[in-house]
Every structure is written in structure tokens, then in C-alpha cells.
């Protein structure tokens, strides 16, 4: 079975601080994804990467950034943490790239909250 | 664009009676794939079932089916003979094959299971 992690289940942060989020997979998948979930607006899409140092933007990549060094891992970073960024995050990873037709495999979530 | 939409934000079934949560979609797209995913309360959101949208026949898994009506572009989920731990929040979701590695997902359905 696929394995998805993430660093936290909960997390709280003062605005402003610079916030690391981390997404590990086990099963050499070569998608990955960072998704924030806010009810009544389901799961929108900040960034997803289809490889090592390779990074696409979402519908909503302000105020974040990525980095994947290695393929298993995939951090979500906010540089300057706000308020506005409350919320759930998922990440979520699928098996080739280039293909949105392929089953998402997702990690626990991590429930961030900025003060 | 690709837009996902479930108009029931909750609904509500008793235990062993059958449930159909909507799911309505706009793609321009002719080849693509549909979901719906489970997100349990506090667990990780897995696939319940996938369509493409090429096979005429409704995806079918265990209590779980779909109602896929192309021309109308509406997906909904049947859930027969409902179990407590089918309560969680459902979301559709549609993936076109141009569309690379996106996802959409609608704002997702509450389902509460009654005993």
C-alpha cells in the first residue's frame, strides 16, 4: 500500500514566522501535490510537482513555495506566515507524471494555524 | 475550464438504507476521468471509485456505485446498505487527460449515518 506522511497533524505558528511543511511518499510515485482544504471550498490546488526540482503552479500559489530535492519528498514552504493561511493542508501524491487521470493517494493533513 | 460542482453541502442516511450524493461537471474536454473520494472524520481522504469517461458502463465498487450520465455531465455516488463508517465528507473530482497532472475537486458533501 501506498505510505503518504506528513510532518504534522497540528501546527501553530505566529504570523509572520517562516512555516516548513513536509510530504514523504514511499512508493516512488512521481507526482506529488499540495492541496489547502477550506470547507465549503473543497480542495484547491497551491503547487504540484512531475520531478525531482521540477514545480508547477496551482490555482492558488501566492504566498507559498516548494521545494522537492529528492523524489519521495515534497515540502510545502511559507515564507511569511498570515492569517489568511489558516487552514488544512494535504498533500497527496500519484504515480506518472503528465497524467491527471491517475489515482491520488493523500496524506493525513496538517492543520495549520496562524496567530 | 473544468468545474466541479456538488450542490448538497450535507445530507444524511439511516443505517442500511441507500444514499445518492450529486455531482455535477463541465469539461470541453472528451477524454477524462472521474472520482470520488472519501475523507473519513480525522483519517485520510482515499478513492471510492474512478469512471472514465469513455466506458459507458457505471463503475461499480462493492456498496458503492456511480450514475454517470455523459451528456447531462452529472456523476453521482450511490451508496447501498450505508454503514456508520460510510459518514464522512465525499468529494467528486475530474481530471481531464490535456489537463496534465490537474485535478479538480467540488467543495464536497457532508454525510452523516444515523443508526
Known amino acids: 500500500d501506498v505510505k503518504v506522511t506528513q510532518s504534522s497533524r497540528y501546527l501553530v505558528k505566529r504570523t509572520g514566522e517562516k512555516v516548513f511543511l513536509e510530504c514523504v511518499q514511499d512508493?516512488?510515485?512521481?507526482?506529488m501535490f499540495w492541496y489547502r482544504q477550506d470547507p465549503g471550498l473543497g480542495l484547491r490546488l497551491i503547487y504540484f510537482?512531475?520531478?525531482?526540482?521540477?514545480?508547477e503552479k496551482g490555482d492558488i500559489p501566492e504566498g507559498y513555495s516548494v521545494s522537492r530535492e529528492k523524489k519521495e519528498r515534497f515540502s510545502l514552504i511559507l515564507e511569511s506566515a498570515s492569517t489568511n493561511q489558516t487552514s488544512m493542508y494535504l498533500c497527496?501524491?500519484?504515480?506518472?507524471?503528465?497524467?491527471?487521470?491517475?489515482?491520488?493517494?493523500f496524506g493525513p493533513g496538517t492543520r495549520l494555524t496562524v496567530l | 475550464a473544468q468545474t466541479v460542482t456538488q450542490s448538497q453541502p450535507e445530507m444524511s442516511v439511516q443505517e442500511a438504507e441507500t444514499v445518492t450524493l450529486s455531482c455535477t461537471y463541465d469539461?470541453?474536454?472528451?477524454?477524462?476521468?472521474l472520482f470520488w473520494y472519501k475523507q473519513p472524520p480525522s483519517r485520510q481522504m482515499i478513492l471510492v471509485i474512478r469512471?472514465?469517461?469513455?466506458?459507458?458502463q457505471n463503475a461499480t465498487e462493492n456498496r458503492f456505485s456511480v450514475n454517470f450520465q455523459k451528456a447531462a455531465k452529472s456523476f453521482s455516488l450511490k451508496i447501498s446498505d450505508s454503514q456508520l463508517g460510510d459518514a464522512a465528507m465525499y468529494f467528486c473530482?475530474?481530471?481531464?487527460?490535456?489537463?496534465?497532472?490537474?485535478?479538480?475537486f467540488g467543495p464536497g458533501t457532508s454525510l452523516s449515518v444515523i443508526p
Open positions: 469512471q472514465e469517461a469513455y466506458k459507458q
Open positions: 512508493m516512488d510515485h512521481e507526482n
Open positions: 510537482s512531475y520531478d525531482v526540482k521540477m514545480k
Open positions: 469539461t470541453s474536454e472528451s477524454d477524462y476521468y
Open positions: 473530482a475530474s481530471g481531464e487527460k490535456t489537463s496534465y497532472d490537474k485535478v479538480i
Open positions: 497527496a501524491s500519484s504515480l506518472l507524471s503528465g497524467r491527471a487521470t491517475d489515482t491520488q493517494y
